[in-house]
């Protein structure tokens, strides 16, 4: 885990409590922070969240916040570049350049993310997936676009001529 790592994880309206414990679990193995954008369609007590998040829902720094307003107000404030992962994108995640300090989102398992949350995107990125086929699981999503974040931030501390 890298400590300097400004990455965070955002969670707009989960509404599945083992999804959200799965991506909060990658946060903390990964080293990345998350904040969660109430309402969730469960409470934080739910066993299923419990059980899929296990004793890593203490490893991670988790902000959560009243409204995306509020979540709005506070990335804003902290100059924060907003990515969102939604099947709605147009740049393969793969050939967008992430940044130490980018917050990633990812939409709610059964909607997806509000038009109001594309439009204060300052990116909208996709994983293309086979013809036909609509989606993968949010925290499958999550986990493929957190790793190539990582990687290029990485590749970024080491400079052009690292290997």
Do not use: W
Request: proline content about 6%.
């Amino acid at each position: 885990m890298d400590p300097a790592l400004n990455l965070t994880l955002a969670l707009y309206q989960p509404d599945i409590p083992q999804n959200c414990g799965t991506m909060l679990r990658s946060c903390a193995c990964l080293g990345v922070s998350a904040a969660i954008i109430e309402p969730a369609g469960f409470d934080a007590s739910d066993r299923n969240f419990r059980r899929s998040g296990m004793d890593y829902l203490g490893a991670v720094p988790v902000e959560r916040h009243v409204s995306f307003e509020a979540f709005e107000a506070s990335r804003r404030a902290a100059g924060r570049r907003l990515v969102l992962l939604t099947t709605k994108g147009v740049v393969p995640y793969t050939d967008f350049s992430f940044a130490d300090g980018d917050i990633l989102m990812v939409g709610r398992e059964s909607a997806g993310a509000p038009d109001h949350v594309h439009a204060a995107a300052d990116a909208r990125i996709v994983i293309p997936l086979r013809p036909g086929l609509r989606s993968l699981n949010v925290a499958v999503a999550a986990a493929m676009a957190l790793g190539e974040a990582i990687r290029q931030i990485a590749a970024s501390r080491e400079g052009p001529d690292a290997q």
